[in-house]
């Protein structure tokens, strides 16, 4: 948020460059950013099929702060500088698998009831055992006839043989990234630990595409393509090993705040981070952006073969991530919180109709996705569903913003299984207002105080405090429409 206007700034002025001097980006993969990759005979102006709807790319990274756009020149170029970014793009928990299942049926936490990455709380098999799986976005997209394609990690410790409804292709991640494992359509394969698992489902994502296009009576396609990286422990191409060897580690004010007097007691309670400390998440942060670099040229190479399929302009490309995450920002190296960093995520969105290089402030959360693809695929979603299209938003002329939400929630209810207490907390576009369990109450303007330094709860006016503990209430109780009436307008 914070950090994307300086960042589409800096695209601005390297896209000028680039026009009249050829500027490029080092260590970039030849031909995948370009904007005018050559097309194969016949390919790029053959016709489509009588089904015109729009095909859909949804790339999820894992754990991915903001502020790492920056380090991605193809995001930068072919993403951002042709689409549109929302720099306030948030998450309503900053936790991978609630935040996937959020994802996937447009639900908040309270609604679907997963709230960890693992049984008994949380994870794929709780999510299959409540039958949530037998209405998502996939299974709506593919009663309406899209060709569906899973590829890389869909939820948190997802059973070794079994392939959720709704997936025409399944080439899913199996346990943890470190096991290597892969369900391929039914079969496991075992690939070595030297192998990059970013290169496999960037693979995996080609084939799929290149099945998808193959013929002009094609129907509409939908492909998430969901990598580990940058999550810990980052790994990374050795092509890309001597990147970023001098690039600083991040700074901002409330990293290692010194005074936390204002915080609830359990950041009270945690230490300086000590140089040691602050040593391994600079080599963390560096591995990080290595392993971006290869997620990069993997969007690349879509868009080349999208290109080269005569398929780039009907198609909606989508890349985000499933939460951010605290580096030494109060103190904290965890997700989970309510705080910017973990609960503010990148949102970049390119496609038919979308205006090139356009910045969008408005809140969209990650509740949206599948409404939004049901959106795009002229189908209509459940009752169930929370969130609401923000295809609006992508239009040359937007709706106004007293046509949008006024405000989200962001909630965690794990028995304080991370040592974090349970929380409410609702984001308004300038202010974070926090609800803790244990009685503690904080409230932080975002434009005075962008850092969240100072807690101004105990000086606000009653009559604010009284409509957020209001708004907190209503929210945390929504369920389907109500939950749209509670965010507002």
């Known amino acids: 948020m914070r950090v994307l206007r300086a960042i589409l700034v800096s695209l601005a002025l390297t896209l000028f460059l680039a026009a009249g001097c050829g500027v490029g980006d080092a260590g970039q993969d030849p031909g995948t950013a370009g904007s005018h990759a050559s097309a194969r005979s016949g390919e790029a102006t053959r016709e489509r099929s009588t089904d015109d709807r729009p095909n859909i790319v949804f790339v999820m990274t894992d754990d991915m702060e903001e502020s790492m756009l920056s380090r991605m020149p193809v995001i930068r170029s072919r993403m951002m500088g042709e689409g549109v970014t929302f720099d306030n793009a948030l998450v309503t928990l900053s936790l991978c698998c609630p935040s996937r299942a ?191 670099r290869d997620v990069d040229q993997m969007v690349g190479k879509i868009l080349k073969l999208l290109e080269e399929r005569g398929e780039l302009d009907n198609t909606y490309v989508v890349f985000t991530t499933d939460n951010g995450l605290q580096t030494g920002q109060h103190r904290l190296t965890k997700k989970s919180t309510p705080y910017e960093e973990a609960a503010g995520v990148p949102l970049v969105v390119r496609g038919p109709g979308v205006p090139a290089g356009v910045v969008r402030n408005q809140l969209v959360i990650n509740n949206d996705f599948a409404p939004t693809f049901a959106d795009w695929a002229d189908t209509g979603v459940p009752g169930f569903v929370d969130g609401r299209s923000f295809a609006p938003l992508l239009h040359q002329d937007p709706p106004p913003d007293s046509e949008w939400r006024t405000a989200v929630l962001n909630e965690l209810d794990q028995k304080q299984r991370f040592y974090i207490p349970d929380y409410e907390a609702v984001r308004t576009g300038d202010q974070t207002y926090v609800r803790w369990k244990t009685g503690e109450r904080e409230l932080y303007d975002l434009r005075s105080d962008p850092y969240e330094l100072e807690n101004v709860n105990d000086e606000a006016a009653p009559l604010t405090l009284a409509r957020f503990k209001t708004r907190a209430e209503l929210l945390s109780g929504c369920r389907g429409s109500s939950c749209r009436a509670a965010e507002g307008p």
């Open 102 to 292: 959020t994802a996937l049926r447009g639900q908040y936490s309270h609604n679907h009831r997963i709230w960890a990455n693992d049984v008994p709380d949380g994870g794929a098999v709780r999510f299959r055992r409540r039958g949530l799986d037998e209405s998502t976005f996939a299974t709506w997209l593919q009663d309406s006839g899209y060709r569906t394609g899973l590829v890389g990690k869909y939820l948190n410790n997802t059973e070794k043989h079994y392939i959720p409804p709704g997936w025409d292709e399944w080439d899913g991640m199996v346990g943890m990234a470190s096991d290597h494992l892969v369900n391929e359509n039914g079969h496991l394969h075992q690939y070595s630990r030297k192998t990059l698992m970013t290169d496999v489902y960037t693979q995996k994502s080609l084939e799929f595409l290149r099945r998808a296009t193959d013929d002009a009576s094609d129907p509409p396609f939908m492909l998430w393509a969901g990598t580990y990286a940058p999550h810990l422990a980052a790994d990374y191409a050795e092509r890309d090993a001597d990147l970023y060897k001098d690039t600083p580690f991040p700074r901002p004010p409330s990293f290692n705040e010194k005074d936390v007097s204002d915080k609830p007691e359990w950041i009270r309670d945690m230490p300086l981070l000590k140089s040691s400390q602050i040593k391994t998440l600079s080599k963390q942060h560096r591995d990080r952006l290595r392993s971006l």
